[in-house]
């Protein structure tokens, strides 16, 4: 089915709160997510590499009132993943969605970005989701249901200068998404494959990710904050809508990108550099990046952009209203390519 015209009262079956398993669930989108589920009483096992992080997500998800049973693994380590989703099912039981949300970055021209950095965000990202996605459905497959959810990007539509790994990767991810779907569908399965589209957020990833610019990364304008993101993925995870777009950034690429790539080149290449680096001294003490090493302390959901960030985007409430949603989203997106070629 279209993802313009499912309604989100196609779901999965879940009607109850079950079982979810979050990689990346330590700050940020991914934990975002987990508070969300735990605040409609599921159980959630939080996947990540940093301890401190993870045992402060675990403490938020039970005042949130979910259970949470909390595994280290580094999702690039197929072995370490498949331990970590072993350890959560024998403490939560089957889970019944498997969240891939763990992603890194890293900032600099693709000349100037060190072959090992490259490497190391095509690893998580890509290769790290297709470790999670393979565990998640050798469980699913002998049950024949539960939904995995991709978390991907607005950048999976139109890179962006400064994040070459971090465009390849989640340009990646969609190819790899829609094949495993395929495969799927062929096999007549009951299992559901969704992806998330984020714009810009205001989480710690800009503070984490590695760089070797001259100033800090910063998320393009508009940023959104990442709760936005939580409630996303947990529809996600109970519809069977095969994508969901969140906000008219992420419209507006997708659209734009098939339409007019050639004047995104254009603005990309004129504005895209700038508006992704700053001086700010709040954005500059709050770096530690983590691309190699997991961060010694929690971070918790947000970034250094609360000032600045959007709780709510007219996109996304037609998007949750289904009845509003061709029209609304076709609006958005004319409005988006119209502001793009008034600024060629």
Not at 8 to 16: C, E, F, I, N, P
Not at 249 to 262: D, E, I, M, R
Not at 302 to 316: A, I, K, M, T, V
Request: with cysteine.
């Amino acid at each position: 089915m279209s993802d313009s015209t499912t309604s989100q009262s196609v779901t999965t079956g879940l009607h109850a709160p079950g079982t979810v398993v979050i990689t990346g669930a330590g700050s940020g989108i991914g934990l975002a997510a987990a508070l969300h589920f735990a605040a409609k009483g599921w159980r959630i096992g939080l996947i990540g590499r940093g301890e401190p992080a993870l045992r402060e997500a675990e403490l938020q998800v039970l005042a949130a009132g979910g259970t949470a049973h909390v595994a280290m693994a580094d999702v690039s380590d197929a072995a370490a993943l498949e331990a970590a989703a072993t350890s959560i099912e024998a403490a939560l039981g089957p889970f019944d969605v498997w969240v891939n949300n763990a992603g890194i970055g890293f900032y600099g021209k693709f000349t100037d970005v060190p072959e090992d950095a490259f490497r190391r965000v095509i690893d998580v990202n890509l290769h790290g989701t297709a470790n999670g996605t393979r565990i998640a459905l050798s469980r699913m497959r002998p049950r024949n249901r539960g939904t995995i959810v991709q978390v991907l990007s607005a950048i999976s539509y139109r890179g962006i200068p400064l994040q070459s790994a971090y465009s390849a990767s989640k340009y990646g991810l969609r190819g790899f998404t829609e094949a495993v779907r395929s495969e799927l569908v062929n096999e007549r399965s009951a299992i559901t494959v969704c992806m998330v589209h984020p714009p810009a957020v205001n989480t710690p990833f800009y503070s984490h990710a590695g760089s070797v610019m001259d100033k800090a990364p910063r998320p393009p304008p508009p940023v959104y904050q990442p709760e936005m993101l939580g409630e996303a993925i947990y529809l996600a995870a109970l519809s069977r809508r095969r994508e969901w777009r969140v906000t008219g950034s992420s419209v507006g690429f997708s659209v734009a990108n098939k339409l007019v790539p050639g004047a995104l080149d254009i603005v990309s290449g004129l504005v895209g550099v700038a508006v992704q680096k700053t001086t700010r001294d709040k954005v500059v003490s709050a770096r530690d990046p983590n691309t190699f090493s997991p961060s010694s302390v929690p971070t918790g959901t947000h970034g250094p952009f609360d000032g600045e960030s959007l709780r709510r985007s007219l996109q996304w409430s037609l998007t949750k209203g289904p009845a509003m949603l061709p029209l609304g989203v076709g609006m958005l997106a004319v409005g988006a390519m119209g502001a793009l070629l008034r600024r060629r």
